[in-house]
């Protein structure tokens, strides 16, 4: 159905910025919620940021004031603007879209994709 693909991650130093992006396609869909997730090794899974089809953004407290979540609709594109990163950001990133597909409420996935910040 809806597939998501996720870009932007990589190697940065403490104090650098990253802008990650996750692309959807496939069959028509419509969007209720887009989300970031993160997962570093021996961690739960946990959210980052999301923003709703109305707008409104949520963060996890850690991300507050230095990432940013924003989306292009027309592009089927979310966005996750990573700024004065810091080593605890290192994790494996996940795009997360709950959306409306043929009537179905449906959560899809990215492949994820890594963020390491070195000191």
């Known amino acids: 159905q809806v597939q998501l693909v996720e870009s932007g991650g990589g190697l940065v130093q403490a104090g650098g910025s990253l802008r990650l992006s996750c692309t959807g396609s496939g069959s028509r869909f419509r969007v209720i919620t887009m989300s970031w997730y993160r997962q570093a090794p021996g961690k739960q899974r946990e959210l980052v940021a999301s923003?709703?089809?109305?707008?409104?953004?949520n963060y996890a407290d850690s991300a507050t004031g230095r990432f940013t979540i924003s989306r292009d609709i027309p592009k089927n594109t979310v966005y996750l603007q990573m700024n004065s990163l810091k080593p605890e950001d290192t994790a494996v990133y996940y795009c997360n879209a709950r959306v409306y597909e043929s009537g179905w409420r449906r959560d899809a996935w990215g492949q994820g994709t890594q963020v390491t910040v070195s000191l």
């Open positions: 923003i709703t089809s109305s707008g409104t953004t």
